[in-house]
């Protein structure tokens, strides 16, 4: 195990599952104690509990505004935090519902924006801080059926430069990670073979594993990245180069 993170604490929503997991293995494998969320709490503790003892799950639901506050009161100091937690149906948009549309921002950027903004003044008392949030490839290319979400993630984007220009005189990095088709269980389930197309249509011509965009999380986390803020990094398979 590494000590790169040792004496810092991540927090990482949506780490019961798929990238949001991967990531919180690579930052407790660095040293770091890792607070992880989601809503369900038995999926949740197992996650933990397999990820060893600097592992704690808390449960918090990022589309209601009372969890995000309470997620806040509980998390008494967070170095890094990895705004992973994300909601992602598909419809074209002359079949989108409202609830559907309300529900992906609520979570993907209101959750994100006011846990951000309950923890950012912590990492600005302390003088440091990484936060990174997790986008999309599909922030910066149109694929049918993914309107509400890509619009979503292309605001996280937008937030992640503000909050650079906010922050960074107060020593808090913001960057995000755009990751492209990666193999997830949620993923298969919401969107099926479609994530596997996308795969095969980028020059690297697969879809990721989720380890392989923690990687990416882990090195913005890090003081690997002491000099990069407001960036976001294309963990796509060439998939916005082509
Ligand atoms: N997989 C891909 O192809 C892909 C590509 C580009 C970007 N991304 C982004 O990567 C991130 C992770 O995606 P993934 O594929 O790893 O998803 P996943 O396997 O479905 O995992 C999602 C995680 O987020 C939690 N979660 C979902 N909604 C939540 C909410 N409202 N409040 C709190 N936690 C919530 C889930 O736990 P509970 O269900 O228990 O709440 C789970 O821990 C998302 O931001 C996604 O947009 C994924």
């Known amino acids: 195990m590494s000590t790169q993170l040792a004496g810092q604490t991540a927090l ?35 996650a933990a509990a397999a990820l060893g003892a600097g592992v704690r799950f808390v449960r918090a639901d990022i589309a209601d505004l009372d969890s995000v506050a309470e997620l806040v009161a ?8 990895v705004n992973n937690a994300a909601s992602f149906p598909g ?55 993914a309107s509400v979400y890509s619009a979503s993630k292309a605001a996280v984007e937008s937030l992640t430069r503000t909050w ?3 922050f960074g ?16 269980e949620g993923v298969v389930a919401e969107w099926g073979d479609v994530n596997d197309e996308l795969g095969r249509a980028l020059p690297l011509g ?15 986390a890090s003081s690997a990245s002491s000099f990069v803020t407001g960036a976001t990094l294309h963990a796509d398979g060439g998939g916005i180069a082509a």
Do not use: W
Request: hydrophobic content about 45%; glycine content about 14%.
């Open 12 to 46: 990482v929503t949506g780490g019961t599952a798929g990238i949001g997991l991967a990531c919180a293995r690579l930052l407790a494998g660095a040293g770091a104690a890792v607070l992880i969320t989601g809503r369900d709490r038995a999926r949740g503790e197992a």
């Open 74 to 81: 509980q998390s008494s100091r967070v170095d890094i935090l």
């Open 91 to 145: 419809a074209l948009t002359l079949e989108q519902d409202v609830a559907s549309f309300e529900s992906t921002f609520d979570t993907n950027v209101r959750g994100t924006y006011f846990l951000v903004a309950g923890l950012v003044p912590g990492m600005l008392a302390r003088g440091h801080g990484s936060i990174i949030n997790v986008t999309s490839m599909v922030a910066s290319k149109g694929v049918a059926g």
């Open 164 to 166: 650079a220009a906010e």
């Open 169 to 184: 005189p107060g020593g808090v990095r913001v960057n995000a990670v755009a990751p492209g088709p990666t193999n997830t």
């Open 206 to 220: 697969r879809t990721a594993e989720p380890a392989e965009i923690a990687e990416a999380v882990l090195f913005l």
